[in-house]
């Protein structure tokens, strides 16, 4: 199974355009001017392939539209708050040249003061808002007294993280029933963009071929790793997924991921019991060098996997998405979850899950990677 809980995270990176149209449908560029950013990452800059970047024209092209999307959770905006509508290039908005400047402040307080490591963001200061707070808030309820504190945060005895991942496993079906299902395919309805639902299908094979479609008001809106190549498409021409981003789709794609967790990443640790919910849940950190951590919370009780935390790095800071599960049904032997919401600092949807066929063939074509998803887009022209 391993990705069985999975789907989540895999539609939300293929509403990933749908979430952000604007910055991902034209020709983003601009977003500095003055000091730019060293980028040890192989494969174009930002400034080789889009116009009129100074700030961040050294970064990698693929950090550039998680970056813009950093900088609209940040300040509460959208593309356009910055950008001309389909002149992203164009410098005429007072708010692009303000930008410039913070983002030169901020990567000099980080290097004079953090050794260059991003701890001083632009969530820092604005917190969801174009404009940051001066003055300190009054708190809504009295404070609570420091013994009060201390008892409450007393730390709970935690088991270690093997045995937590093994709960796991046995809580879905066990090994031996996992690795019996090697296709899935999975419909139903997406939530959460206006009073009407979209649908959805979701096509997996093991061991690491996925494809997601969301049937949008615009189209069809897939994204898809067929163990080589993943791609988006919809919205415009298909476009590679790299970076940061074709890390998680590689993952999403691992049909046995909760029976491979304990080899996918180096190290993992059990960081302290949290609520999810009305559930007590076990958070585990998950972490292999080069990559961002994902965090994984597991219910104290049951041992099923009821949120995952993921990150994407950016030039500004990471970008975090949250995928919530719940609605587990047995099906051909193993659990599944017939629900998720995906949450983002600029909303959230919820999926339900209303047919799923386990075992059945799926047409290779559906694997079958777009030419455009496979080409670097020119320089300038988006």
């Given at each position: ?10 539609t ?32 174009p800059?930002a ?73 001083v963001?632009?969530?820092?200061c ?5 404009d ?116 998680n ?63 994407v ?6 970008n ?56 670097e ?6």
């Amino acid at each position: 199974m391993g990705n069985l809980l999975r789907s989540t995270l895999v539609t939300a990176a293929a509403l990933g355009l749908f979430l952000a149209a604007a910055a991902m449908r034209g020709q983003l560029s601009g977003a500095g001017g003055g000091q730019s950013i060293p980028s040890p990452h192989e494969g174009p800059t930002a400034g080789q392939r889009f116009k009129n970047l100074q700030v961040l024209k050294d970064a990698p092209a693929d950090q550039i539209f998680p970056a813009m999307q950093f900088i609209t959770a940040s300040l509460g905006v959208e593309c356009e708050y910055c950008h001309v509508h389909d002149a992203f290039e164009k410098d005429d908005k007072e708010q692009k040249q303000t930008a410039r400047k913070m983002m030169t402040m901020m990567f000099a307080i980080d290097k004079e003061n953090f050794n260059g490591r991003t701890e001083v963001t632009c969530y820092t200061c604005h917190r969801g808002s174009t404009d940051p707070v001066s003055t300190p808030l009054i708190p809504e309820t009295e404070a609570k007294p420091e013994g009060e504190e201390a008892t409450a945060s007393a730390k709970p005895t935690l088991p270690n993280a093997g045995a937590i991942l093994d709960k796991y496993v046995q809580a879905i079906g066990g090994a031996e029933a996992v690795h019996k299902i090697t296709t899935r395919v999975e419909k139903g309805t997406l939530t959460g963009f206006g009073p009407a639902s979209m649908a959805v299908a979701v096509y997996a094979k093991a061991p690491d071929a996925r494809v997601t479609v969301v049937q949008t008001p615009r189209g069809e809106n897939v994204t898809a790793y067929n163990g080589q190549t993943g791609w988006m498409s919809g919205f415009g021409p298909a476009r590679p997924i790299t970076g940061g981003e074709l890390d998680n789709e590689k993952r999403n794609a691992d049909f046995y991921f909760a029976a491979d967790i304990k080899t996918e990443f180096q190290q993992i640790r059990v960081a302290r019991l949290e609520k999810v919910g009305d559930h007590d849940a076990y958070v585990l950190m998950a972490r292999s060098p080069g990559h961002t951590p994902v965090r994984f919370y597991f219910d104290k009780d049951s041992g099923l996997l009821l949120r995952e935390m993921r990150f994407v790095e950016t030039p500004l800071g990471r970008n975090p998405s949250q995928v919530d599960y719940g609605d587990y049904r047995g099906t051909g032997g193993v659990k599944i979850p017939y629900q998720w919401t995906i949450a983002r600092p600029g909303g959230r949807f919820t999926i339900k899950i209303t047919d799923v066929q386990q075992n059945v063939p799926i047409d290779e074509s559906k694997f079958a990677a777009p030419s455009a998803a496979g080409a670097e887009p020119k320089p300038g022209s988006r």
